[in-house]
Structures are given as C-alpha cells and as structure tokens.
C-alpha cells in the first residue's frame, strides 16, 4: 500500500517498512512468474512415458556365426 507521507517526513522505521514492504511485492511477484514460466514448461515437455516410449532403446549388436 503507498504511504502518502514524503520520505523525508518519515521516520527511519517507517522508510525502513517501506522498503522492506517494497521488496517483498517484488518477490512475490518474481516468484509467480518464475512458477508460471515453470508449470508451462511441465505441460511442453511431460514426463509421463509409457515403458515403449520411454525414450531409450538398447542398441543391437550383431551376431557374429551362423545366420538364420
């Protein structure tokens, strides 16, 4: 919430939990959007492969001997 007062009409406590008050909107801001950006980037890329997609498949080597 702003304060009306002129800083220099204001206490040292008081410029002080302007301040803080100040940062920390900026925080909780910082985070949402920091969360956001997370949760949009989970829905691009999931994780939840079946076991015949899971995105790795043994290389094959081939048989040395007889053919069949």
């Known amino acids: 919430m702003p304060n009306a007062l002129h800083p220099d009409r204001m206490t040292a406590d008081e ?3 302007e301040v803080a008050d100040i940062l920390a909107t900026g925080l909780t801001r ?6 956001t950006n997370n ?3 989970l829905r691009e890329f999931p994780l939840d492969f079946s076991p ?4 790795y498949e ?3 080597k081939p ?3 007889r053919i069949r």
């Open 15 to 17: 410029r002080l939990d």
């Open 30 to 35: 910082w985070n949402k959007r920091k969360n």
């Open 39 to 41: 949760s949009n980037a």
């Open 52 to 55: 015949t997609k899971s995105g």
């Open 58 to 60: 043994p290389q094959l």
């Open 63 to 65: 048989r040395k001997g």
